[in-house]
T-cell receptor, first 113, second 114 residues
Framework: AQSVTQPDIHITVSEGASLELRCNYS??????LFWYVQSPGQGLQLLLK????DTLVQGIKGFEAEFKRSQSSFNLRKPSVHWSDAAEYFC???????????WGAGTKLIIKP | KAGVTQTPRYLIKTRGQQVTLSCSPI?????VSWYQQTPGQGLQFLFE???????NKGNFPGRFSGRQFSNSRSEMNVSTLELGDSALYLC?????????????FGEGSRLTVL
């Protein structure tokens, strides 16, 4: 069955440090790929998306993600995190078989001052 | 442009009662999806409506139902509430094409079942 894996439930980084959140999917073809962020007490907001073309995509709030077909990965990165980045991050894919979003379990980002 | 609006934001019910949650999508959006979010189970897809028709359904019991009106507003209903139904219920709307997966979420309705 198709699935999305975010192997890290929690990640703690110091403010100003770089960040990489991992996302892997299992699917034969290239899906549509997304990263969403959920701040405490809020709904989810789209950070960035990949449909096709350049495998390095830029998003809002200084985030970027790189699609690597050979690794079935779509990792999220930010060169320098801010305390306001503390939130939960969700990776999701849309499979063209039924156009339904498959969600990862989320990674909670904690920022150390 | 107004975002997705969910009402009520918070509510408390007791076991056995029923609840109706409302979602007003972004103007012009025709697709509305509902999700249940809990600490233990994460984000779970309930159902999706497009032009008043249920297009996809998740793996939830029949106590969970929904509908969409001609103005794209959607409601979901949970009957015979159980303690395990306590969760944040998120609504999301989708615009130009529902098939891209780009969703716009409301802030959610937090349901507590006592």
């Amino acid at each position: 069955a198709q699935s999305v894996t975010q192997p890290d439930i929690h990640i703690t980084v110091s403010e100003g440090a770089s960040l990489e959140l991992r996302c892997n999917y299992s699917y034969g073809a290239t899906p549509y790929l997304f990263w969403y962020v959920q701040s405490p007490g809020q709904g989810l907001q789209l950070l960035l998306k990949y449909f096709s073309g350049d495998t390095l995509v830029q998003g809002i709030k200084g985030f970027e993600a790189e699609f690597k077909r050979s690794q079935s990965s779509f990792n999220l990165r930010k060169p320098s995190v801010h305390w306001s980045d503390a939130a939960e991050y969700f990776c999701a894919v849309v499979l063209d078989s039924n156009y339904q979003l498959i969600w990862g379990a989320g990674t909670k980002l904690i920022i150390k001052p | 442009k107004a975002g997705v609006t969910q009402t009520p934001r918070y509510l408390i019910k007791t076991r056995g009662q029923q609840v109706t949650l409302s979602c007003s999508p972004i103007s012009g959006h025709r697709s509305v999806s509902w999700y249940q979010q809990t600490p233990g189970q994460g984000l779970q897809f309930l159902f999706e409506y497009f032009s008043e028709t249920q297009r996809n359904k998740g793996n939830f019991p029949g106590r969970f139902s929904g509908r969409q009106f001609s103005n794209s507003r959607s409601e979901m209903n949970v009957s015979t509430l159980e303690l395990g139904d306590s969760a944040l219920y998120l609504c999301a709307s989708s615009g130009r094409t529902v098939d891209t997966g780009e969703l716009f979420f409301g802030e959610g309705s937090r349901l507590t079942v006592l």
